[in-house]
């Protein structure tokens, strides 16, 4: 049982806007960053965003993220079928002392 | 480049042992935090374990404390993961990561090897 959830699957056409929920708590998302991971079966996750809102060079202003009290969410804009993956949120847990990722969410484009 | 390449994956009897490597290549390894990551089949990512620069900080998510250990060798670029009393549950692919210019995300990881814990 992850320490974040997320839901199981969201799915859109081509073009359109898919948001990802990360619910959390006061001792991870209220208070830490969280990070958002793409994750194609059979390749290394890729950082998506990072301190909440911040995105790395090289990922597409498509992507975004958004923080508020223990809740996080992921944007995704401009919808690819390059986009079908699972999306993990992450973070750290000061109750724990361990990181945390979310349950995972499947993008599917329809 | 920056790269991190894991070893050690293989299949193991349940109570058996393994040691997992991830060598780095392309950064100043001594520089920063290390951390395992695995993703059991049909699971999510599970954060596994980290380690600080001079291996004076070590942290375990519960399900492998007492079980695994990390370390590292700043002379050799490398970071293990020695994983005991493995059980069917441990089966997984095991990625290295590290957070190199991002504090807290990991934005550079290895393709993962695969520890399969099976009779």
């Known amino acids: 049982q992850s320490v974040l959830t997320q839901p199981p699957s969201v799915s859109a056409a081509p073009g359109q806007k898919v948001t990802i929920s990360c619910s959390g708590g006061?001792?991870?998302?209220?208070?830490?960053?969280v990070s958002w991971y793409q994750h194609v079966p059979g390749r290394a996750p890729k950082l998506l965003i990072y301190?909440?809102?911040k995105r790395p060079s090289g990922v597409p202003d498509r992507f975004s993220g958004s923080k508020s009290g223990a809740s996080a969410t992921l944007g995704i804009t401009g919808l690819q079928p390059g986009d079908e993956a699972d999306y993990y949120c992450?973070?750290?847990?000061?109750?724990?002392?361990?990181?945390?990722f979310g349950s995972g969410t499947k993008v599917t484009v329809l | 480049e920056v790269q991190l390449v894991e070893s050690g994956g293989g299949l193991v009897q349940p109570g058996g042992s393994l040691r997992l490597s991830c060598e780095a290549s392309?950064?100043?390894?001594?520089?920063?935090?290390m951390t395992w990551v695995r993703q059991a089949p049909g699971k999510g990512l599970e954060w596994v374990a980290n380690?600080?620069?001079?291996?004076?900080?070590?942290n375990y998510v519960a399900s492998v404390k007492g079980r695994f250990t990390i370390s590292r060798d700043n002379v050799k670029n490398s970071h293990y993961l020695q994983m005991t009393s493995l059980g069917a549950e441990d089966t997984a692919v095991y990625f290295c990561?590290?957070?190199?210019?991002?504090?807290?995300?990991?934005?550079?990881w290895g393709r993962g090897t695969l520890v399969t814990v099976s009779s």
């Open positions: 990561a590290s957070e190199l210019t991002t504090l807290g995300a990991f934005d550079v």
């Open positions: 006061r001792s991870n998302i209220e208070t830490k960053y």
């Open positions: 392309g950064f100043i390894f001594s520089d920063f935090w």
């Open positions: 301190e909440n809102n």
């Open positions: 380690i600080n620069q001079d291996a004076s900080e070590k």
């Open positions: 992450g973070g750290w847990d000061s109750g724990l002392s361990n990181g945390v």
